[in-house]
């Protein structure tokens, strides 16, 4: 709690609200799983953090003024450790290119999970004027804008109401392996929604929250993209 007060309080000392890989530590604090990995500000220290992380990692552009990432180019999946610094390089100038002015803040080097087998859903939330901090959970990744696949609860909610938010989406069927697919962990992502519900309960000043993607394996969940926005 301590920890996340201090992060949220050095966001509003900016200028701009918004937190992006500064959110993982407040998630790792609320027990939400996240990949492993780091920010880093130069080529050969990402390729130092991707030796300690595995033979192929995932790299994303940090930067405050480029909320799409995947839009300029800006995440590579499946980056051999060998080619970790030039793809530094690259992520860099292609933000440049995008942007000249951008504020380049780094790269995070991430975990690459295996998205074989994986559902990618959303967890996000937004204050009401009316109702306070509502929690949604859904269907992810590139399909959210065109399936609004969505369901939304007050938050916090407790263990049913969350397991219930993933029996009522319309790609319920998806989570629990349909056609033959093993399904993924739906507990971990009840857990993970109902973490998420409390944090912004806890957090007024959260006034907005997305997590998209937030992979779901046979395994476990990882969010593995955050934003969130402090008022
Ligand atoms: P943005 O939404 O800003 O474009 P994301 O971080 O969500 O950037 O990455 C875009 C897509 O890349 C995700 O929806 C997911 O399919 C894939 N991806 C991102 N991070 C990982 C990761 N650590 N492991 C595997 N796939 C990833
Ligand atoms: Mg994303």
Known sequence: RERVR?????????SDNRLGVEAMEIFDAYGIPTPE??????????ARIAEGIGEEVVMKIVSPDILHKSDIGGVKVGVPVEEV????EDLVSRARNYQPDATILGVQVQEMIDLDGAVETIVGSHTDPQFGPLVMFG?????VEIME??????APVGR??????????DAAPLLRGARGREAV??????????????????FPSIVELDVNPLVATPDGVRAVDLRLTVD
Do not use: C, N
């Not at 269907?139 to 399909?143: E, K, R, S, T």
């Not at 696949?149 to 007050?154: E, H, M, P, S, Y």
């Open 160 to 169: 049913d109401e969350a397991a219930e938010m993933t029996e009522e989406i």
């Open 139 to 143: 269907l992810g990744g590139v399909f």
């Open 6 to 14: 201090e992060i949220l309080s050095s966001v509003t000392e900016r």
């Open 85 to 88: 610094a030039d793809a530094y």
């Open 37 to 46: 990995g780091a920010v880093v500000d130069d080529p050969a220290e990402a």
């Open 149 to 154: 696949d969505t369901t939304f609860r007050l």
């Open 185 to 202: 962990d739906v507990d971990s992502i009840v857990d993970a929604v109902r973490r998420v519900s409390q944090l912004v309960a806890d």
